[in-house]
């Protein structure tokens, strides 16, 4: 990895400051995909800007919301009683990603600040319909993800929180790459204040998205039934060494139906 | 009381375990040289090209940049060498094109190295490496056997035509023609053997130091067999005879075959610390390890069996094309011929085999052995095809292989393939490992399976491996350029304790216990007192190092062999001292006793007798007790085995999940039976994850698709299930432990189970056949793509 | 305790709470936390086999917490207890997960033990009576080429039931 200023901000402002600054400056979360990047040399950013000292991590749970905060890991939110009793689904996705050590690291802000193609939040937060909150301003998920690796962030913008409505029913399936252990399809199924939700990782071209479909099929009937008979085309999904576009699609209706089935 | 029972036999606790377990483990990487400098290679992006300069001005104004080299400045040094010399089938020697330590004129693979940066840090090396300007021209690439024969492929060497290394045969073609065209049935099956990437978890280091007062070089490297690179990197690369050459193999972190052979950034460190005089570090990132450490397997075949109507198979015929990648490695010519196609009678008395090998170069790292190495392409073409004979025939899968069997009283057994196999009784682990595995109970455990949605399935694998390497005169006669005898130093210090020096090399196989208990077995020393010293050409006489399941088979052997000279000059000592004849005198359990007598001198006394001679037979004896031999075995070992797999698929997802596996194995006496159990299972677990799980694919223009741990899977805790292993012993009968050998043989006998397993989970959707790995995707195409017989 | 809000690019002083010790360090920014402990403290038992997170031979504590030193930047672990396999033992008095691991031949090369043995360490820590699936979920990020993963489980379990 390149050398780089390295900088702790205690406050929130300052972080945004300089990030704003510095189109080169670079936020650091839990690290686990960025130092990777760093080191592969992909990136030479002038500043890494820590935000460990913000303050921003926490798990807040009102009858009607889960908010999590940015700098939270997966480990926290994954053994958090309180997720587990309002949002059971989210707290078996974050015990999920990746392995224990990464989960003790990762946090929520940075994976959906990052918005891998194959990470397993944003699939979350899709179909569930949370709010990214930032130094900024509310974002809707719907206008957050943005496509591989892109977001509505705009530069000095930082997640401080995401608020997750609690639905009704929800349930996560992944399909994990066997190498890296990434979702290689992974479908997020909710009921709730947002309405009936699908969102599928891994799987498109563009990064998450919802599934129009299987939506208008589970809002008529919520059952596993029900989105098995929702083919989904193989058009814009991803295709490697480990599954073909085609292979993709039929583990998207696989997933779903599973999901839905454990969503009960 | 009785003393503990520690020696041949005794699960003892592993001696090398407590520095492993306190991270006191001292491997390569963890070893700093003071003034150390820091090696980079700059390695080809290409998989073929002209390399038609290297602009090195910027990369050595670079901060903390000592020096910069590329092939033009290895003056005077040699290429790698190969050790190992095939002929064709018309007599003439293999095609065998240059190994240059640095890429010259060309470039053949990805990760062929272009230049070396060494500076004072390694990111300084790193950051002046990105200025290295390479200017290439981009040649047509081939990366697969296949396409390597095609007519018009792109020519990886200008010396090797048809990019063909050799042609080779084994065999009675003119009896195997004939045993087909009157057989009654014949069966026929393509099969590939997928390429495997090693990926020991140590990435490979070295580091090269230079003396100039004394002229001496130390090379520490992650090596299997440090007596070997002394050879060849002293003898054919640099130059410099061994009293001027230590090489130091201190602990290393795994080998699986990929750290036999003799790599260029040995020769680079070693070459530059004396260039340089300073020490010169270099370790692999692991991405270099993807592309630069010898891969394994990678054959495709075509198998034939004719049969006799009743089930006997009369002949096998085998055509195999082998990749050896990019430059002969060290080892590579050696492995799809004497470690393949001599095992092509497996288990069964099939009277004739023929066996033609085409290896061809191709535009990816070279491959050689690993764990196994030519074994498992062998027994997975024999297990399958046998399989498929049932199939075919419609006989039980088991009954063919009874009726097959070489029976346990044919022993010694020649094959119509150059082995002559010693001891065996297949029957017994057959037999142990389907009443372990409870064969008979499977149909039930298929329907409860099926009740919840799942396709079960269960195989087996009887299968042969050959290890303990090898008889010097033999491997001589079918072209290897060096012996593998095994090499043992027993000194017996002044108060009794012992130091065994041995040419062999443990890296996770536990010699510093095994043999520590054999040697306290037979000279009945404690086992504590006991050390096992190995890894370092300055301590250790000689010896050809570690692989091939030879070192308990070979020096094991050699021990047993300096420790009988121990023996015969301490009865000297103690007849000496007791008055008695040397006829008279008995050796057990430690003392040395005149027989029928209550006197006797234990080894301790005699020890200090023969230093402290002050009463001792001067004349006609040396001082000291310190005893050195050469071992060379007399055949090669034969374990084997029978493995059973039952998997569970989820026909939805293809994803298989092996539930249950048993391995029963044949591997001789066994010394330490929680070793030997850890060496199954991680021989099973390696075998699973070639079955299920690794495949290393190379797209079309020769660059690396599964380059790294995102994309080559290997076996997790998660991937496998508590794998049961038993044994069920004959002995070898031509060395003095009666040992086979137990480090390859879960890698040998696994992958046709699981596969055996897998295809017997589909039998309802018509497979007969499929190549490893078995990934869900490929899973879930064969079930897409199935006439739907399972009428659900 | 020097926990830079502000450093480099190029050396600067840092304080690791390493084992209970506090040690001063010069470092870049971009040096990781297993190539501080390697190369500057010289605790080499923690391993690099991949550097990038995928093989879990790095682990070590971070407030007992097991974490990839080679995912972690050294000067973000300032302030935090480090815990190494040099500082899992008592003194003489091995960790159970130790003492379990040499009973059930739980290494073979011992290039990935160190961080095993940290992630089996933490697991009983926060789970003190895990069944199988548990072990092989703790241990699911760690790639062992030596295949001693059935022997590690069984380790971890007598280690759980030796645990008073």
Known sequence: MYDFEYLKPKALAEAASILAGDGDAKALAGGMTFIPVLKQRLNKPSKVVDLAALGLSGIKVSGETVEIGAMTTHATVAASADVKRAIPALAKLAGNIGDEAVRHRGTIGGSLANNDPSACYPAAVLAMGATIVTNKRRIEADNYFQGMFATALEQGEVITSVVFPVPAKAAYMKFANPASRYAMVGVFVAKGPKGTRVAVTGAGQNGVFRHKAMEEALAKNWSADAVAGVKTPADGLNSDIHASAEYRAHLVGVMAKRAVAAAG | MNAPFEGIGASMKRKEDLRFISGHGHYVDDINRPGQLYAYIKRSDRAHAELRGIDTAAAKASAGVVAVYTSADLTGIGGLPCGWQIHNKDGSPMAEPAHPVLASGKVRHVGDPVAVVIAETKQQAKDAAEKLVVDYKDLPAVATVTDAVKPGAAQVHEGAAGNVCYDWEIGDKGAVDAAFAKAAKTVKLDLTNNRLIPNAMEPRAAIGEYDPTTGEHTLYTTSQNPHVIRLLMGAF?????????????????????????????????????????????????????????????????????????????????????????????????????????????????????????????????????????????????????????????????????????????????????????????????????????????????????????????????????????????????????????????????????????TGTHSHGQGHETTMAQLVSDQLGVPFSQVEVVHGDTSKIPFGMGTYGSRSLAVGGSAMVKAMDKIITKGRKIAAHLLEAAVEDVEFKDGKFTVAGTDRSKTLSEIALTAYVPHNYPIEELEPGLDETAFYDPKNFTYPGGCHVCEVEIDAETGVVSVVNFTAVDDVGRVVNPMIVEGQVQGGVAQGIGQALLENAVYDQDGQLLSGSFMDYTMPRADNLPNIKVGTETTLCTHNPLGVKGCGEVGAIGSPPAVINAVVDALSDYGVRHLDMPASPQKIWSIIQGAPRMAAE | MTRPEMAGPGKTAITLAVNGTSRQLELEPRTTLAEALRNTLGLTGTKIACNRGACSACTVWLNGQPVLSCMTLAIDAAGQEITTIEGLAHGEALHPVQDAFIEHDAMQCGFCTPGMVMSCAALLERNPHPDAEAVRDAIAGHYCRCGTYPHVVAATLAAAERKP
């Open chain 2, 237 to 501: 690369v640099l130059q410099i005879p061994e009293h001027k050459l230590r090489v130091v193999a201190p602990d290393v972190g795994g080998g699986f075959g990929s750290k036999i052979y003799h790599y260029a950034e040995e020769a680079i460190v070693t070459w530059a610390s004396g260039k340089l005089a300073q020490p010169v570090k270099w370790a692999a990132e692991r991405n270099e390890s993807f592309m630069s450490d010898a891969h394994g397997r990678d054959h495709v075949s075509t198998a034939e069996l004719a049969l006799a109507a009743d089930g006997t198979f009369l002949a096998l015929r085998v055509k195999t094309l082998c990749n050896m990648g990019a430059y002969l490695s060290t080892f590579a010519p050696a492995v799809p011929t004497y470690l393949y196609a001599t095992l092509l009678a497996g288990v069964y008395k099939t009277p004739a085999i023929y066996a033609e090998v085409k290896a061809v170069f191709t535009n990816t790292v070279p491959v050689d052995a690993y764990r196994g190495a030519g074994r498992p392409e062998a027994s997975f073409l024999l297990e399958r095809l046998v399989d498929v004979a049932a199939r075919d025939t419609g006989m039980d899968r088991v009954e063919i292989r009874r009726k097959n069997f070489i029976p346990k009283d044919a022993f010694p057994y020649q094959t119509p393939v150059a082995l002559q196999y010693d001891s065996g009784d297949y029957v017994s682990t057959l037999d142990a490992a389907m009443k372990h595995a409870d064969w008979a109970g499977f149909p039930a455990r298929r329907a409860a399976a099926k009740a919840k949605g799942k396709l079960r399935g269960i195989g087996m694998s009887t299968y042969l491996e050959a290890c303990g390497i090898a008889p010097s005169k033999v491997v001589g006669s079918l072209g290897a350029r060096a012996g593998l005898y095994e090499v043992a130093n027993i000194r017996v210090h002044p108060t009794g304790s012992v130091t065994v020096f």
